[in-house]
């Protein structure tokens, strides 16, 4: 057999599939043609074994704590460049030279206002309504403003769409705020950076003007930079088989954003600091939520530990963790949350139950206490995700539809009844 196959032996029948490798020596088999040569399927339920795609945009390596965008080391984006510089480099393929990105700057500057009319949909949402449905609801209303942004009409047009979504979304996410709390909105300003924008927009009012503190800026630029795109997670594959059918590509992006609010996924974030202060309230009882973590009965979980992908540690934890250390220290903040996480990712990180299951602190374990740091409300901080993860999600769909778009639409194996007449039933 050549080295490039893989042999499988199915109803008598010797089949030949090949073996496909990217460019980092990950294999699959291809069986794109199973069915049609053996009327077999395979099955994975959630998608434990499966890849749904080839793709360039970002490669991680869940057994070496890898993660590289376009092929650059996070943590070197992390350290050296801005978020708007990664959002490029996700959407192009490259890292933006000083004219490539006063361009896109401008256009997200130019994309930044949210349209008139769109500003009274806000007053429609019941008092205490989720941040989240509340931003995947305005997304999705862009798709009336803007009703021919799908993948057949869209090329020419990509550019200005991406920005207007980068850019909106953090206008839309600041007035939300604003209106939960009372508080006329505030208009993105065209001179400030992305990062100080938001922050201007979210926390400035007539009575009490903000003054941007740069360290702040700094650790949410990071923060984004560590968000935006982390290959086929959930949010992700939401966009790409949405996308597939040749959704507009606003009513996709308010899928994704649906998606990650679930707590398994980017709403974890919310649901860690809810679980630190339960603790706290409780009077710092480590240990008695490690046991309910370890109970197969218990449906508690350790929130902000574990992932799908990562068995060894996750990148970006390590450094948001240390991010968290610098920015308490310079605002000369104490949270007792801080030593509670400490303590309990110290606890766990040396306990069977955990080490067996190489479960390690994930992107959102500490990152609410950066968000809670910065004056950002709880139910924000998975709207903060979302701000990070559009460039991935935009990259994801845009990749999907220059290869030619195939709607994706998985088999199942049923396991219902046979055939059963209705008149068997009904006498
Ligand atoms: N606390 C306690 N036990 C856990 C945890 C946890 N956080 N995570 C996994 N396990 C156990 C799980 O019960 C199972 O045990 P057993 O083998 O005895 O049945 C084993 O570890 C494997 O877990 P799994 O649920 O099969 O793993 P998964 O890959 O399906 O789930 C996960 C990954 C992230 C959903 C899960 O680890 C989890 O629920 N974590 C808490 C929620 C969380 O922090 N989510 C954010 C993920 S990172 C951000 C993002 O990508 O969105």
Same mark, same amino acid.
């Given at each position: 057999?050549?080295?490039?196959?893989?042999?499988?032996?199915?109803?008598? #029948? #010797?089949?030949?599939?090949?073996?496909?490798?990217?460019?980092?020596?990950?294999?699959?088999?291809?069986? %794109?043609?199973?069915?049609?040569?053996?009327?077999?399927?395979?099955?994975?339920?959630?998608?434990?074994?499966?890849?749904?795609?080839?793709?360039?945009?970002?490669?991680?390596?869940?057994? #070496?704590?890898?993660?590289?965008?376009?092929?650059?080391?996070?943590?070197?984006?992390?350290?050296?460049?801005?978020?708007?510089?990664?959002?490029?480099?996700?959407?192009?393929?490259?890292?933006?030279?000083?004219?490539?990105?006063?361009?896109?700057?401008?256009?997200?500057?130019?994309?930044?206002?949210?349209?008139?009319?769109?500003?009274?949909?806000?007053?429609?949402?019941?008092?205490?309504?989720?941040?989240?449905?509340?931003?995947?609801?305005?997304?999705?209303?862009?798709?009336?403003?803007?009703?021919?942004?799908?993948?057949?009409?869209?090329?020419?047009?990509?550019?200005?769409?991406?920005?207007?979504?980068?850019?909106?979304?953090?206008?839309?996410?600041?007035?939300?705020?604003?209106? %939960?709390?009372?508080?006329?909105?505030?208009?993105?300003?065209?001179?400030?950076?992305?990062?100080?924008?938001?922050?201007?927009?979210?926390?400035?009012?007539?009575?009490?003007?903000?003054?941007?503190?740069?360290?702040?800026?700094?650790?949410?630029?990071?923060?984004?930079?560590?968000?935006?795109?982390?290959?086929?997670?959930?949010?992700?594959?939401?966009?790409?088989?949405?996308?597939?059918?040749?959704?507009?590509?606003?009513?996709?992006?308010?899928?994704?954003?649906?998606?990650?609010?679930?707590?398994?996924?980017?709403?974890?974030?919310?649901?860690?600091?809810?679980?630190?202060?339960?603790?706290?309230?409780?009077?710092?009882?480590?240990?008695?939520?490690?046991?309910?973590?370890?109970?197969?009965?218990?449906?508690?979980?350790?929130?902000?530990?574990?992932?799908?992908?990562?068995?060894?540690?996750?990148?970006?934890?390590?450094?948001?963790?240390?991010?968290?250390?610098?920015?308490?220290?310079?605002?000369?903040?104490?949270?007792?949350?801080?030593?509670?996480?400490?303590?309990?990712?110290?606890?766990?990180?040396?306990?069977?139950?955990?080490?067996?299951?190489?479960?390690?602190?994930?992107?959102?374990?500490?990152?609410?206490?950066?968000?809670?740091?910065?004056?950002?409300?709880?139910?924000?901080?998975?709207?903060?995700?979302?701000?990070?993860?559009?460039?991935?999600?935009?990259?994801?769909?845009?990749?999907?539809?220059?290869?030619?778009?195939?709607?994706?639409?998985?088999?199942?194996?049923?396991?219902?009844?046979?055939?059963?007449?209705?008149?068997?039933?009904?006498?």
């Amino acid at each position: 057999m050549s080295e490039n196959f893989a042999e499988l032996i199915i109803g008598g #029948k #010797k089949l030949e599939l090949p073996i496909v490798e990217g460019t980092e020596g990950e294999k699959a088999i291809d069986i %794109s043609s199973l069915r049609r040569e053996s009327g077999f399927i395979t099955i994975d339920p959630s998608f434990l074994n499966t890849g749904a795609c080839f793709s360039k945009i970002t490669f991680i390596d869940g057994e #070496k704590g890898i993660l590289r965008y376009r092929g650059i080391p996070v943590q070197e984006l992390a350290e050296d460049a801005s978020f708007i510089e990664t959002a490029y480099l996700l959407l192009h393929n490259e890292f933006p030279n000083s004219d490539q990105l006063e361009c896109f700057s401008k256009l997200l500057t130019e994309h930044s206002m949210l349209h008139e009319d769109m500003r009274h949909f806000f007053d429609g949402f019941p008092r205490g309504a989720h941040p989240m449905h509340i931003l995947s609801t305005m997304i999705n209303a862009l798709s009336t403003f803007y009703p021919n942004v799908d993948a057949l009409s869209l090329i020419d047009d990509i550019n200005v769409t991406a920005a207007r979504l980068i850019s909106v979304v953090r206008t839309m996410a600041a007035f939300a705020y604003k209106k %939960s709390i009372g508080e006329p909105v505030v208009y993105p300003s065209a001179d400030d950076s992305y990062c100080a924008n938001f922050l201007h927009m979210m926390f400035d009012s007539p009575v009490k003007k903000y003054k941007v503190d740069k360290d702040i800026v700094k650790a949410l630029n990071q923060l984004l930079i560590l968000h935006a795109d982390h290959e086929q997670n959930c949010s992700t594959t939401t966009v790409r088989t949405i996308g597939s059918a040749q959704v507009n590509l606003y009513a996709t992006i308010s899928a994704g954003i649906s998606a990650l609010s679930g707590p398994l996924h980017g709403g974890a974030n919310q649901a860690v600091m809810s679980m630190l202060e339960s603790i706290r309230q409780d009077g710092g009882d480590i240990e008695k939520y490690i046991t309910m973590a370890k109970d197969a009965e218990d449906p508690f979980r350790l929130m902000g530990f574990g992932h799908r992908v990562y068995k060894n540690f996750d990148p970006r934890a390590t450094i948001i963790k240390e991010t968290c250390h610098t920015l308490l220290n310079k605002l000369e903040i104490e949270d007792e949350l801080l030593g509670i996480a400490m303590q309990l990712e110290e606890v766990a990180l040396e306990d069977p139950y955990f080490v067996k299951r190489k479960l390690y602190p994930n992107v959102d374990f500490y990152s609410g206490i950066i968000y809670k740091a910065m004056g950002i409300p709880e139910n924000m901080f998975t709207v903060m995700f979302v701000l990070g993860r559009l460039p991935g999600w935009i990259a994801h769909w845009k990749e999907m539809i220059s290869k030619g778009i195939k709607i994706a639409r998985p088999r199942q194996i049923y396991t219902g009844k046979t055939l059963t007449h209705l008149s068997d039933i009904v006498k």
